[in-house]
């Protein structure tokens, strides 16, 4: 059966779970209050990039399942279900600020009691909000219509920017959170075209639901920060932590996932998360104390890198360093909370300049920096006169370069390896002066 679905947010979360909707057979109607982004997409632009997402919207629209608007009530008016898709971001003292979420739903209800909609909705809280949110949803929506007129539902999403449509049209699990047979059948008639393959939808209580996103987001954000606070005691005795990340991934209990050493996580999503959920935790006087470990290593993290750049020169003062790398993760053009941004902060403030290069990120980058730094759309030409390279996202293209002319425009045979792109042995053989995570330093 097709659903009529309205989703509040054209974000990461909104665009693509609304588009993945749209191409199962449901009318989609999405809502943002960013007048130009909203008449971008309904000429099919992407305002994101997201590999697969701009076929995707443009084939809906062309057949007529996608559309998008302005007008919040023209969502409540039209949709059976609506999804929550907007932001959370981190107030000062790391709790998650609701304020999006709690000032949508308000205006949802007014908008049903002003209508006099009597047709129920389904209110699906899709953005990542801390335990008790969906109660608080409903305790405002009840002020204004009756509860037997709507259900809130928690429904979070698990999408990896950069494979965010694969994720969406085939998700390793579907977490429902509600206590309504008649809303565990309609999410699970509406999801059950993404898990033909047999994965779960898995249906619990609203809040812990709530509590399961964030529990995945700090467990594989604790898997990144251990990989990375034990490269640093193998740099100490000699040991090599891709060695290391074999030996353990191989272990099934362990996984191959997320034990990849550099430079720490960011994005939209680990960052922010991790400090909420520390947040929830300490408020009610039951702190985390791997959670906020995780974080104070993913800090570290990047502060020690920074340091085997210092050290190297000594004083940074006109210093030329060629970054290859912006965006937090490769395929996305995303900078929220990205290392590159931090490494590149302390090195202007030593005085360092930076000429910079990535496939998708330069123009995030140059609102954050302007005209502090300097930009190459070709990843050689950074290298003109520098003193270093220093990788700090692992796109595919670093993987393999052409050292010789790495080597022929570089004034040092210098590299500061974030990623750990490249063996030991091949930049050794080279010639280059190599400084990677985890693993000796070549001199």
Not at 309 to 324: C, E, N, S
Not at 350 to 366: F, L
Not at 416 to 436: M, T
């Amino acid at each position: 059966m097709a659903y009529k679905i309205g989703v509040v947010g054209t974000g990461y979360v909104g665009l693509v779970s609304g588009t993945c909707f749209a191409a199962t057979g449901n009318t989609v109607l999405c809502h943002d209050i960013d007048e130009k982004k909203i008449n971008k997409l309904r000429q099919g632009v992407c305002p994101i990039f997201e590999p697969g997402l701009d076929r995707l919207i443009e084939q809906n629209i062309k057949e007529e399942r996608l559309f998008f608007t302005t007008d919040l009530s023209e969502i409540v008016i039209n949709s059976d279900i609506i999804f929550l898709c907007l932001p959370t971001p981190p107030n000062e003292d790391g709790s998650a600020d609701l304020h999006h979420v709690l000032g949508v739903a308000e205006k949802i209800a007014k908008y049903m009691a002003d209508n006099k909609i009597n047709d129920k909705k389904i209110i699906v809280n899709k953005s990542t909000v801390p335990v008790g949110t969906s109660e608080k949803v409903k305790n405002i929506i009840s002020k204004y219509i009756p509860e037997s007129l709507f259900e809130v539902v928690s429904n979070p999403e698990f999408l990896r920017e950069g494979l965010a449509v694969e994720d969406a049209m085939k998700p390793d699990r579907v977490v429902v959170g509600t206590r309504s047979k008649w809303v565990e059948e309609i999410m699970t008639n509406l999801y059950k075209p993404f898990v033909r393959t047999g994965n779960p939808i898995i249906i619990m209580d609203e809040k812990s639901a709530e509590v399961t996103k964030y529990a995945a987001n700090a467990f594989l954000a604790t898997k990144i920060s251990f990989m990375n606070d034990l490269s640093a005691y193998c740099e100490k005795v000699g040991a090599d932590i891709d060695k290391i990340r074999y030996g353990m991934g191989s272990d099934g209990r362990i996984g191959k996932m997320f034990l990849f050493a550099g430079l720490g996580y960011g994005g939209s999503c680990f960052p922010k998360d991790v400090k909420a959920l520390a947040f929830s935790a300490d408020k009610l006087g039951q702190p985390l104390k791997i959670v906020k470990a995780t974080q104070e290593i993913n800090q570290d993290q990047i502060n020690r890198f920074f340091e085997k750049i210092k050290a190297r020169f000594g004083d940074l003062q006109g210093i030329k360093l060629a970054i290859w790398g912006l965006a937090f993760k490769p395929n996305t053009d995303d900078t929220r909370e990205a290392p590159a941004f931090k490494i590149i902060e302390k090195l202007l403030a030593e005085g360092a300049s930076v000429c910079v290069h990535d496939p998708e990120a330069i123009e995030n980058t140059k609102i954050a920096f302007g005209n502090r730094i300097s930009y190459s759309e070709r990843m050689y030409e950074t290298l003109e006169n520098a003193d270093a390279l220093v990788i700090i996202t692992e796109w595919n293209q670093f993987r393999t370069p052409d050292f010789n002319i790495i080597k022929a425009k570089l004034k040092n045979n210098i590299i500061f390896d974030g990623r750990n792109l490249y063996s030991l042995e091949q930049v050794q053989d080279l010639g280059f002066e190599y400084y990677s995570i985890g693993r000796k330093a070549i001199h």
